[in-house]
């Protein structure tokens, strides 16, 4: 049995077995396209960052000259469309997103439909039933640590902090934390 690291499954024997053991064919993954250009980055309201951004390749809101997202803390919704293209599905196959680099959960929906929440690695969902043919629109909503807000809020030139605590556990001075989407997000065939 393959385990990527921090997995865990309960195995159930609901009858006993005369055999010993069971090999089970080993699963291929093969790259179908990797999800490259601009997303559409919503942020949560009142927590410092402007309503949207544009994000030509992603990257940790950290590297971001505004200093709105990149001192960012709550949920973003990143958005964009994808094409899929028939012939891409290799038959008797499952189609996973994965979504690389994630800081530090994500929910992901596909064409309206909630696949649920990743936050351990890999950060893989299954879109097989979600994907169709063509024109898909992929919502990715991350949500990152309150690290960086709070590192935000103890600059010197800061007139309204957007958060509170009765002790100061980081300095103006410490260093931010990678936080968002970070990539690369993939679609992969796995058979």
Known sequence: MELAPNDAVFIVFRSHSQQQSLKLPIKTETLLSTVEGPWKVGFQQVRGAPASATF????SFTENPDKGIAYFSGTATYTRDINFNRKQR????QVWMDLGEVKNLAEVIVNGKNLGIVWKKPFRVNVTD?????KNKIEIRVTN????RLIGDAQPDVEHKIT???MPFYQAGSKLVPSGLLGPVKLISVK
């Open 130 to 134: 979600a994907l169709k043919p063509g």
């Open 164 to 166: 509170y605590t009765t």
């Open 56 to 59: 030509d390749t992603l990257a």
């Open 90 to 93: 290799i038959k008797g196959a």
């Open 145 to 148: 640590l309150w690290v960086n």
